[in-house]
């Protein structure tokens, strides 16, 4: 929305985006409507601005819960523009009828993300039929069900009680890090949910995702990575158990349905209770095997997507991997804390490793434009 303030004056509005431009590589500039273009001009001095005819421009929502427009127009293939920034669909020179239906179309599907209580409620009863005829995939079908906006609301629950025992780090700088590694992985990724990421301090390797889309980060994470690209590599693969809503998984089977229908429904007192007499088992417990390998597939794609090398997700794990053998052989009870809810298993780094070797040999990636060790500093920090 940072085109507000430029609206002033006679200048054109300017919308926060980017480009994906042929090579694969992702641009960040600046949009703007001209009478006849959609102008993008690169944040980067010596890169030139490329310009789509506003004549069969196309125009669609995708990305992370539709909340990206991209701009596309077959005269220029190879090339397409994105923004976050709705109100570019307002802007006077995409008014012609021709844009229309498609505008129309991204404004109305954005409407009906917002259901009503009735989803809720058939929801619900089809978890409830769901959770008589048994589990497996009528499971997960049901899960799948539940409306985002319940799990949201879960979410908040959980997310506060957990917050309450836990020292959220809140400098800026190394919030603005994070928010640099996950950006291009958040813009990419087709999410039923929002993701939203938070550092806690905690001397154990790990990260973990809770339902509703939260996914915190424990700072020793962040100090034992040698780049930004392995931490983005954990970020994408607990995105993963975000988009596959693992967490709520695993909340209705541990606390129960009923429990977790009455706090959907606005009775949170049975949640409360759970949650507080439960403790953290949300931090301790552990995904099955499938889980984690449903994590790492779609969190390698996610990286792929958003142009990120991948090796960084395997190098971390093998280390990880180190740090757990040399744990175990010194009799120390902390054995299994590092990455225990995720444990880096050969069988998980051969599959990341398998998934590299599959990519084409003239793949090159972004590097992620961040100095780690600022933030490690950062963290590092008496508060
Ligand atoms: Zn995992």
């Known amino acids: 929305m940072e085109d507000l303030t430029t609206r002033s004056g006679q200048t054109t509005a300017e919308f926060e985006g980017a480009a994906f431009i042929e090579d694969g590589s992702r641009i960040a500039g600046m949009l703007r409507v001209l009478p006849g273009t959609l102008e993008f001009k690169p944040n980067v001095a010596d890169q030139h601005p490329i310009q789509l005819p506003l004549d069969n421009l196309e125009i669609s929502a995708g990305g992370n819960q539709n909340r990206l427009i991209y701009f596309k127009n077959p005269a220029r293939t190879g090339i397409s523009l994105y923004t976050t920034d709705r109100s570019i669909l307002k802007e006077q020179s995409l008014q012609r009828p021709a844009l229309q239906p498609a505008i129309k179309k991204i404004v109305g599907g954005h409407r009906r993300v917002k259901a009503g209580y009735w989803t809720l409620l058939i929801a619900t009863l089809g978890i409830l039929a769901a959770a008589w005829m048994g589990r497996g995939l009528v499971f997960q079908a049901a899960i799948d069900s539940i409306p985002p906006e319940a799990e949201i ?111 959907m429904f606005g009775d949170t007192q049975g949640l409360i209770a759970a949650l507080a007499d439960q403790g953290g088992f949300l931090l301790s417990q552990k995904f099955s095997r499938d889980f984690e390998r449903q994590a790492d597939e779609t969190g390698f794609k996610i990286l792929v997507a958003a142009n990120i090398d991948p090796s960084g997700m395997l190098t971390f794990f093998e280390r990880i991997k180190e740090i757990q053998e040399e744990q175990m052989s010194d009799t120390e009870q902390s054995a299994m804390a590092i990455m225990g809810t995720h444990p880096a298993t050969e069988e998980r780094i051969e599959f990341i490793r398998s998934k590299i070797q599959e990519l084409p040999e003239d793949r090159n990636f972004r590097k992620i434009p961040l100095d780690i060790q600022k933030i490690q500093r950062r963290i590092s920090l008496p508060e």
């Open 153 to 263: 609301k879960l979410g908040e629950l959980v997310e506060k009680n957990l917050t309450s025992t836990m020292s959220v780090i809140k400098d800026p700088v190394v919030n603005e890090g994070v928010e640099t590694i996950t950006r291009p992985l958040t813009e990419v990724a087709e999410s039923p949910l929002p993701f939203t990421f938070h550092v806690v301090q905690h001397q154990e390797v790990n990260a973990f995702a809770i339902p509703g889309g939260s996914i915190f980060i424990h700072s020793a994470l962040i100090e034992k990575a040698n780049s930004a690209e392995e931490i983005a590599g954990v970020m994408a693969h607990e995105m993963a158990h975000v988009i596959h809503r693992h967490g709520m998984q695993l909340m209705v089977r541990r606390i129960g349905l009923y429990v977790l229908i009455g706090a």
